[in-house]
């Protein structure tokens, strides 16, 4: 293990990258090809994580990701309201969007589930952003092939075409916050101890907060970064906080266990950190987006300035479905064409969304920075699956400051124009599997 990254797992990193964690370290595999000693089949068949160091570190368990905590087959919705294409429509927006909203009128049955609008094979025309912001309401077409339910982008500016977003935004419970006492809680933990979990019951909505002091930005190297670049900004303490979600599954005395596992250690003397009840009523749930395809007009005759036969307008619509302030969503069965910059983007309110067996093909933008991120994450415990890019650039990418965990598995980028990986500023704990 290099010195660098002794430094930083010192600091308490678990921004990592979970193949290049194991890869660093030589005692990661066994004598079996292909096998970890690090995480491995118990005589139950369940995983068992082994430790990686001596303060009890171990790769966290990312079963809780996506859907409902992960394995939670989406539900049926049943269809309550259904449009078919208007041939010579100029834009089609209002009523879909009249047809949402009367879906996210009625009242939601026990499960939170309102219904679903259904768009019949064909061709409709947006002419800017259509906006689901009940939950309960599932946004379902007849397929996701050129012959399937086509969502055709025609504002000429750079916008979302598929908005899913409740309101506000997590909501500190007073008088609930406590403070940390361990010494150190290492990554892959589910337990924490609080100075007083008397104000805690099983069930209870939490914050893990983790601080980013001045202490633990210098011990890293982050206030005083190579000045090679114009745009390199040295870290500031509080610029990179972790609040990670989470829900009490067990109290004992001061002891209160989580769902999920810890992805970046807490140290007491970098700060340690404390957990408190919050609130959220504006979040959204049940919401699906399903067997669709978006695409995005553009102007063809705006080409890339380096590569020539590259289009390269960039006015045009850039995201097809955006999820936030969203919570136990899904997407799935869905292609994006054209779309400057991506096929769904999970956003910082975003958590247990799964998307699944979608496409971003064929990206129109500059081939730079800041476009053609296909599937990007800013959430936490969200999954992407058997997903494929191609001519993107970040493809399956974190944003800045994320808390996860998250997961991209079994997924796919052709043609590439960068690598797939974090990306951005202490996204913390991210699973790549199969990802190629």
Known sequence: MSRQLQTVLRAGAAAFLV????????????????????????????????????????IPDFSTCGYRGGGVPFPTVPVKATLSPQPGSADDLPRIQAAVDQVSALAPDRAGVRGAVLLRKGRYRLGGTLRIAAGGVVLRG????????????????????????????????????QPITDDYVPVGARTVTVADASGFRVGDAVILHRPSTAEWIRA???????????????????????????????????????????????????????????????????????????????????????????????????????????????????????????????????????????????????????RRYSFWISGQCNLVERCRARRGRHDFVMHSVVPGPNVFVDCAAENAFADTGPHHRWAAGTLYDNVV
Request: with cysteine; net charge neutral.
């Open 220 to 370: 890293i190297g982050m206030d005083r970064i190579p000045m090679d670049h114009s745009k390199v900004v040295q870290w500031k303490p509080g610029s990179k906080d972790l609040r990670f979600e989470r829900v009490v599954t067990g109290i004992e005395g001061n002891r209160v266990t989580l769902d999920t596992p810890v992805v970046n250690a807490l140290q007491k003397e970098y700060g340690g950190g404390f957990l408190h009840k919050y609130q959220f009523p504006g979040r959204i749930e049940e919401v699906g987006i399903e067997n669709l395809r978006g695409e995005s007009e553009y102007d063809p005759s705006i080409k890339d300035r380096i590569l020539f036969t590259q289009p390269a307008d960039e006015a045009h619509a850039w995201d097809f479905v955006t999820f936030d302030r969203a919570r136990n969503g899904w997407m799935r069965d869905v292609t994006a064409v054209h779309f400057g910059y991506s096929c769904v983007g999970l956003s910082r309110y975003a958590s247990h969304v799964t998307v699944r067996d979608c496409q971003c093909l064929d990206p129109v933008s500059l081939v730079a920075g800041g």
């Open 19 to 58: 193949a290049l964690l194991c890869a660093g370290m030589p005692s990661a595999r066994s004598e079996a090809p292909g096998r970890s000693k690090l995480v491995a089949p118990g005589a139950d068949g369940r995983l068992v994580y082994t430790p990686y160091t001596d303060r009890g570190d171990r």
């Open 142 to 177: 007849e397929g996701q092939e050129e012959d399937g339910t086509v969502l055709v982008a025609t504002l000429r500016k750079q916008h979302t075409l598929v908005e899913v977003n409740g309101k506000g935004s997590p909501v500190e419970v007073r008088g609930s916050r």
